[in-house]
Nanobody
Framework: QVHLVESGGGLVQAGGSLRLSCAAS????????TTWFRQIPGKEREGVAC????????YYGDSVKGRFTISRDVAKNTAALQMNRLEPGDTGVYYC?????????????WGRGTQVTVTS
């Protein structure tokens, strides 16, 4: 059985940092591209960052470029999203998902999400 479990969310002041983790079981994360999404209240789900399984290339949404960094730990079978210089507009539920290639659009598995709240 496959599980993706996000952790690391919480409450932080604007300008602060959080590090989210996506732990996989039942699959080898390195065989997939991993994408972080977020669901901000009142907005459509937004792809935040993706890391390729092929060459480790990374891709970011315009709203987080230069502030967020996606990475993976093959040994731990996890992916992480380091979020710096957080803004109140980053508040939302963050999910990880896996697919064959970044931006392929056909996600095999999803986590249940972790809440990130940024106060001004």
């Amino acid at each position: 059985q496959v599980h993706l479990v996000e952790s690391g969310g919480g409450l932080v002041q604007a300008g602060g940092s959080l590090r989210l983790s996506c732990a996989a079981s039942g699959i080898t994360l390195d065989n997939y591209a991993t994408t972080w999404f977020r669901q901000i209240p009142g907005k459509e789900r937004e792809g935040v960052a993706c890391i390729s399984s092929i060459d480790g290339a990374t891709y970011y949404g315009d709203s987080v470029k230069g502030r967020f960094t996606i990475s993976r730990d093959v040994a731990k079978n996890t992916a992480a999203l380091q979020m710096n210089r957080l803004e109140p507009g980053d508040t939302g539920v963050y999910y990880c998902a896996v697919e064959a290639y970044c931006m392929y659009g056909n996600y095999d598995y999803w986590g249940r999400g972790t809440q990130v709240t940024v106060t001004s």
